[in-house]
């Protein structure tokens, strides 16, 4: 229905208002619009511009300058997708994190396993899954190693709906900017990693295993090396749980910094909470902290006693808007997401 009526629109204004030329795209008679922005069309079955995003995004000029929607129809890609440095103002949408994915199994390296990389500042992905499924769902023959279902290294980047699955480093929330909302993580090794400065609001972090009694998971790994770096990971009205007991954290770098906050713990929470994991004797430069938290895990009567008590100054500029978006970037983009 949507797509039956763009077609009708097209094509006179778009060229007029958003000056793409048939130079830039040739295919420009199946540009339509998702939220007033030029849209291409990926569809593997060939009614679209492209049937991989890959090529959707290749078709995008280098230095691009204006938002530009991608929309995805339902299906299961099987592509590793990467988002150049040079191609910022892309919007991924999906018809549903159940419906549209994008699917890879590369392991054994951080830098090269990841499904989907975002290298660019100003991307919004919007209801699309991207999974790694070298052990996800876990299969127990295969090794546990690294597999990184998303890589998130440019700034000014937002996530709403989407999934990321995986089961040992899921999502490499590398550095920059990042807000992600009422979306999916899944993992159980470290399977949020990385010195991303990001909250998560309203998201569902799922542990899982390759069995009962493998073990157990660790939910984060943040990598903020020094005292003055700005980054950290803030959950907001998050849903912790799985299938086995898990950490909340374990610091990747000495000044790692992890909030999790009004959020609600299944009893799989471990009741330490936190490992120190390599940096013993560092325990006070490490901020793990829990405030306002409920359900059966959220006892801290078990705690690690290094856990930081913050007081509400610090909280409220933790969890304020304003500790990703104090410039506001997320207005600026051409579409309010946030509702
Ligand atoms: C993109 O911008 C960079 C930096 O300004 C410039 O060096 C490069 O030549 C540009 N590329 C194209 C294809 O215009
Ligand atoms: C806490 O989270 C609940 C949802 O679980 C939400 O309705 C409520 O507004 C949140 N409260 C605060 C103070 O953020
Ligand atoms: C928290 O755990 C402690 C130790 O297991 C227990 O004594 C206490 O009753 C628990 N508190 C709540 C509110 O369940």
């Known amino acids: 229905m949507a797509f039956t009526l763009l077609h009708h629109i097209f094509c006179a204004c778009i060229i007029l208002s958003f000056g793409f030329g048939q130079a830039k795209f040739g295919f420009i008679k199946k540009l339509g619009f998702i ?5 291409i ?13 890959q090529s959707a995004i290749d078709s ?30 892309i919007y991924l949408k999906g018809e549903g994190k159940r419906k549209t994915s994008v699917v890879w199994d590369a392991h054994g390296s951080i830098t090269t396993s990841a499904t ?16 790694n499924s070298y052990n996800n769902p876990p299969t127990s023959n295969n090794q546990v190693t690294v597999a990184v279902a998303a890589w998130i ?18 999502l490499w929330d590398h550095q920059g900017r990042h807000y992600f909302k009422l979306c999916t993580i899944e993992g159980s090794v470290d399977f949020i990693f990385g010195a991303g400065q990001s909250i ?26 020094t005292k003055d770096e700005p980054n950290g990971f803030i959950f907001k009205d998050c849903n912790v749980f799985g299938t086995v007991p898990t950490y909340l954290g374990r610091p990747w770098r000495d000044y790692a910094r992890v909030v999790f906050y009004n959020s609600t713990f299944s009893d799989i929470v471990a009741p330490e909470g936190w490992d120190i994991w390599n940096s013993g ?20 009567t078990g705690r690690v006693s290094w856990e930081m008590k913050l007081d509400q100054k610090t909280l409220s500029t933790l969890t304020s808007m ?7 970037w997320m207005k600026a983009q051409p579409f309010n997401m946030l509702a």
């Open 35 to 39: 939220n007033r922005l030029p849209t």
């Open 41 to 53: 069309y990926v569809d593997p079955s060939g009614h679209g511009n492209f049937r991989t995003i």
């Open 60 to 89: 995008i000029p280098s230095n691009n300058s204006e938002w530009i929607c991608i929309y995805i129809k339902a299906a299961e890609y099987r592509e590793q997708v990467t988002i150049p440095q040079d191609k910022p103002f």
């Open 116 to 131: 989907f990389t975002s290298e660019a500042d100003n991307i919004v992905a919007k209801s699309i899954t991207f999974r």
């Open 153 to 170: 290294l440019g700034d000014k980047s937002a996530f709403y709906r989407c999934g990321f699955l995986g089961f040992q480093d899921t």
């Open 200 to 225: 998560y609001e309203r998201s569902s972090l799922s542990v899982i295993s390759k069995s009962k009694n493998g073990g157990i998971g660790v939910i984060t790994a943040q990598g903020r090396a």
């Open 281 to 300: 004797g560092r325990e006070n430069q490490i901020m793990f902290a829990e405030y306002g938290c409920k359900g059966s895990g959220s006892n801290n």
């Open 322 to 328: 304003n500790f990703i978006d104090s410039e506001g």
